[in-house]
């Protein structure tokens, strides 16, 4: 389309107008039934219908002419857009892609497409109901009679890269059907790669539609006289948060006060929603004893909710990417059914994006920045990429092959943490011990380790402890329990550390 350019005026009725001339009729708008034209500073002038485009010698295939009025421009060319772009509805164009109908190289606006999904228990996988997202018409390209292009573009965010398909990418995926061999009543096609080229946030899914339920967690108030075991957990009666137990304790206080046998498990005074399942027996997190734990689901808006991917707060959130689930893998091994990667991001508005998060059960391969502070994860948290400052976080059961940076603190882990590499600075308190490792931790390295607690039970096979300038091995004794290792001026030394 040929630019337009006000270079000129021409005076009418006693009135100045402006001389369209070369101009881009993106510009123009009908406004009460007149067109108006915005100038380099946005004001808005009036523009003569019936004037003729004097002096325009653009050669175009639309007749324009320096006879043609504007509104015989400005109608010739929307007549010469839509000849480019058919409207269709989803099922008109199924209908034709079925009849082998389609025209190579034609663009197709598929008009009332919206995404079509099911919110889902993300640990027992029970489909609870299929939502659907706003109504964003697509643009696809034919690429044979009876094919598109798997690149699509969004008549709403055409900033975003889409991949797209008519069709369910996998019918077993209970994201947008039965998982067995129904698609969703209001299924329009499945958008299954999105980049947000501004924020460079790029997900396998329609992170802009589609929602993730999560619950909310309570617990049984502290009791004083109540003869409290390691891995229970109450809820403070001083401030309202979630603690777990770390040791034996029997009316030493609530575990505001009582802090060398409570830590700090979950602030659900900030945000509650943060289990990815109504089933609290699966929320083992951190290795927990779930009897005290509270998840109701009965009321929208009080015992569950609905949540993006990146939170309702956007701006914030960059440089992120979430990979593609292996369906046939998780399938097999983990009964995961869908594409959808259940991750919430709760972002606030504040430079730290990788804050407050619940990350849901099988979660691999996934890239994390610095500042990941007071996230939850859920199990089989494996092969992921963390940066520095890894602050306040609870981890679930079988963390493997995770490499994390430094400043590793206030952290909470489930059993089975094996193969990860761990950075410096594992810091914490002589009263709190604000470490915890759940069983079996094998094949890990860890630098400066300090007043970390270990579980009595734990698998230490081949786990290597560097602190400070010199190294230590911990390492299980075929009969004489936890011993730690190390070299004073070429002297071994071995210390007992069972307890």
């Not at 630019?3 to 708008?29: E, H, V």
């Not at 027996?281 to 109701?296: A, D, S």
């Not at 936890?482 to 002297?491: P, Q, R």
Request: glycine content about 8%; overall charge negative.
């Amino acid at each position: 389309m040929t630019q337009f350019t006000q270079t000129s005026t021409l005076k009418t009725n006693g009135r100045r107008i402006p001389r369209p001339r070369k101009g881009d009729f993106n510009y123009y708008a009908a406004k009460e039934g007149a067109l108006k034209v915005k100038g380099h500073n946005f004001g808005e002038k009036d523009v003569v219908l019936d004037r003729k485009l004097e002096g325009f010698s653009t050669v175009n295939p639309f007749g324009i002419t320096d006879e043609t009025t504007v509104i015989e421009a400005f109608n010739a060319l929307t007549a010469g857009l839509s000849d480019k772009i058919l409207s269709v509805t989803y099922a008109e164009l199924v209908a034709l892609r079925d009849a082998s109908e389609l025209i190579v190289g034609q663009n197709y606006l598929i008009s009332d497409f919206a995404q079509s999904y099911n919110i889902f228990d993300g640990s027992t996988m029970d489909i609870i109901e299929e939502q659907i997202g706003e109504v964003e018409p697509i643009i696809v390209t034919a690429s044979k009679p009876n094919e598109l292009y798997k690149v699509a573009i969004s008549t709403v965010y055409p900033q975003d890269i889409i991949h797209y398909s008519l069709d369910i990418l996998d019918i077993r995926d209970i994201g947008f059907g039965n998982g067995v061999d129904t698609v969703n009543a209001n299924f329009k096609g499945q958008i299954y790669y999105r980049k947000d080229t501004i924020q460079n946030v790029e997900t396998h899914y329609d992170f802009r539609n589609i929602k993730f339920r999560r619950w909310a967690v309570d617990a049984v108030a502290y009791d004083n006289g109540t003869a409290y075991v390691a891995k229970d957990v109450c809820k403070s009666g001083v401030n309202g948060k979630i603690y777990k137990c770390i040791t034996a304790t029997t009316g030493e206080g609530d575990p505001t006060v009582n802090t060398a046998d409570w830590v700090l498990w979950l602030d659900i005074t900030a945000d509650a929603f943060v289990s990815w399942t109504s089933d609290k027996t699966k929320f083992n997190i951190g290795g927990i004893t779930t009897t005290n734990l509270i998840i109701n689901n009965v009321t929208a808006g009080v015992d569950y909710d609905d949540f993006y991917t990146f939170g309702d707060y956007y701006n914030w959130v960059k440089n992120t990417h979430i990979g593609m689930i292996d369906l046939e893998y998780t399938i097999e091994k983990v009964g995961y059914a869908t594409q959808l990667n259940n991750i919430v991001f709760k972002t606030i508005d504040n430079y730290y994006t990788c804050f407050g998060n619940n990350i849901g059960s099988n979660c691999g391969n996934n890239t994390i920045g610095n500042d990941f502070y007071n996230n939850t994860t859920g199990n089989n948290f494996i092969y992921n990429t963390i940066g520095n400052d890894f602050n306040s976080n609870t981890i679930g059961n079988y963390f493997y092959y995770n490499t994390i940076g430094n400043n590793f603190y206030n952290t909470i882990f489930g059993d089975n943490c094996q193969y990860n590499t761990i950075a410096n600075k594992i810091n914490g308190t002589t009263t709190a011990k604000i470490i915890t490792f759940g069983d079996s931790i094998t094949m890990c390295t860890i630098q400066d380790f300090a007043f970390g607690e270990l579980a009595a039970d734990l698998d230490l096979t081949a786990a290597t402890h560097i602190r400070g300038a010199y190294n230590t091995t911990i390492y299980q004794d075929a009969i004489d329990g936890v011993k730690l290792s190390y070299m004073i001026g070429g002297v071994l030394t071995i210390a007992d550390v069972t307890d």
